[in-house]
């Protein structure tokens, strides 16, 4: 087919026929109207919804502020936290953007607790959306790799001995689990080797599986539309112009909200850049202002705060605990086969998995079944579409005790997270036992929970209140 440009009339203004030549070459406008310029968005969103956009912002200052830190930084062992001092003392504003990307770190995962959090309570995952949660939970996996392996290239203490026992973890994995462990450190301890291929994944191969990712989350979720706090599906009640009656174009109407949103976020950013970058230790331990020293443990070895609730499923799970988790899978393989309505077969499988299992937690210590915890206290967030079966999505038309077990789950969640920043002892030990029997209770049990009680009545268009 034969290239038609697109014919302007001849006083039109400069920007415009720049903006028509592009568009005759690339379709520009195309993508801006269909992501967002021209994509209608369900009215109704409340300050939860800000968090998608603030998590993108985040993704961008972390990807401009870590570009000008690998201009000096050196990926090698004897080198690399003397690169990081001469950044932070010598380079021009180099504090800042060390600051800046350290503290967006912190803010990363906050805002995406928060986005999360809001998908949790509104049902965001639910049909049609599975896929754009389980890109999501992809998104989540890629962060906690890409901080993980951040975490290690400033050299200091904690990022040594940090690097140090969680890449040992996999050596309690049976008869793979110590070639597992050299392979990930290059060498038999983290090493000049480590550190290199961790600054490859940080820098190179991680942030693009990231971008693609993100990119991808974004394409399915305006292929089926953004959810809303009534969880009312807005496309099933159309307008004459084809779009939902209940929709209003995302742009201007919420380019101003998250424009305000964005101004919010960066005064508390930099607020904390510029007068609590360290935050009493929590985003930058004072260890990790330490060179790195192979003969010299901490005294407490700790990761960073947003790791702290799944590196304390590691650790409570003991050998005590054991008996405690045997138990329990008893007990859920005895619920599924009497209080289901899944097939003989299918029964049959969740037997003989629940046999397994128990065979397995016998043989192998606790150790290598404290690392599939802590694996699959992240993982079980992808089956969220299948584990809820309640019949309305939103919070709002649950029973009101449906309420309270959301606020145990972030409780249990939160003392999770703050007993992982602490030394263990006995009772911390047992208060994170029973955290870990919450959490992994409020999503196993949830196919049996949120079918109970009485739901309120969804109504027929979202409620909203111009204001």
């Avoid at 990022?159 to 026992?165: E, F, I, K, P």
């Avoid at 510029?274 to 700790?302: Q, R, V, W």
């Amino acid at each position: 087919m034969a290239f038609v440009e697109k014919k302007l009339p001849a006083d039109a203004p400069l920007a415009q026929k720049a903006l028509g030549w592009v568009d005759d070459r690339f379709p520009l406008s195309k993508l801006w109207n269909d992501q967002w310029g021209k994509y209608h968005a369900p009215k109704n969103f409340n300050f939860f919804y800000i968090f998608g956009s603030l998590a993108a912002l985040v993704l961008v200052i972390q990807i401009v502020t870590g570009i000008f830190l690998v201009m000096n930084y050196k990926p090698d062992a004897n080198l690399a936290f003397a690169s990081v001092e001469y950044i932070m003392r010598e380079v021009p504003w180099g504090w800042l953007i060390r600051y800046m990307h350290s503290t967006g770190a912190s803010a990363f995962f906050i805002v995406v607790y928060l986005h999360m959090t809001r998908a949790l309570l509104y049902g965001s995952y639910r049909k049609p959306r599975e896929l754009i949660w389980l890109f999501g939970v992809a998104i989540f996996l890629c962060l906690m790799g890409e901080a993980f392996m951040g975490y290690l290239l400033p050299w200091g203490q904690m990022s040594y001995w940090g690097a140090q026992v969680i890449v040992n973890l996999f050596g309690a994995i049976p008869f793979i689990g110590p070639d597992l462990s050299l392979w990930i450190r290059g060498d038999y301890v983290v090493s000049d080797a480590t550190l290199n291929r961790f600054f490859a994944f940080h820098v190179i191969a991680i942030p693009l599986v990231l971008l693609g990712l993100v990119v991808a989350h974004l394409i399915a979720l305006h292929e089926v539309g953004s959810n809303n706090p009534d969880g009312i599906e807005v496309k099933d009640n159309i307008g004459p112009d084809g779009n939902g009656v209940d929709t209003i174009p995302s742009h201007p109407y919420y380019t101003t909200k998250d424009i305000f949103g964005v101004t919010v976020f960066l005064t508390i950013f930099s607020a904390v850049v510029f007068f609590a970058p360290e935050m009493g230790g929590y985003f930058l331990e004072y260890n990790n202002f330490i060179p790195a020293d192979s003969l010299k443990t901490p005294p407490h070895i700790a990761p960073v705060w947003y790791f702290t609730p799944f590196y304390s499923i590691l650790r409570a799970t003991t050998s005590q605990f054991m008996m405690a988790l045997i138990l329990g899978v008893v007990a859920y393989a005895a619920l599924i086969v009497l209080r289901s309505s899944l097939s003989r077969m299918v029964k049959n499988a969740v037997i003989g998995v629940a046999v397994v299992a128990i065979i397995g937690m016998l043989i192998f210590d606790a150790k290598f079944w404290g690392v599939v915890l802590m694996g699959v206290s992240v993982l079980i967030l992808a089956g969220l579409p299948w584990l809820d079966h309640s019949p309305v999505k939103s919070i709002r038309y649950r029973p009101d005790w449906h309420k309270s077990l959301y606020v145990v789950f972030g409780i249990a969640f939160v003392i999770l997270g703050y007993l992982g920043i602490l030394p263990p002892t006995d009772m911390r030990t047992l208060v994170a036992q029973i955290c870990t029997f919450i959490y992994f209770g409020f999503f196993l049990l949830m196919p049996w929970w949120s079918t109970m009680g009485t739901f309120k009545k969804v109504p027929d268009r979202v409620t909203f209140h111009p204001h």
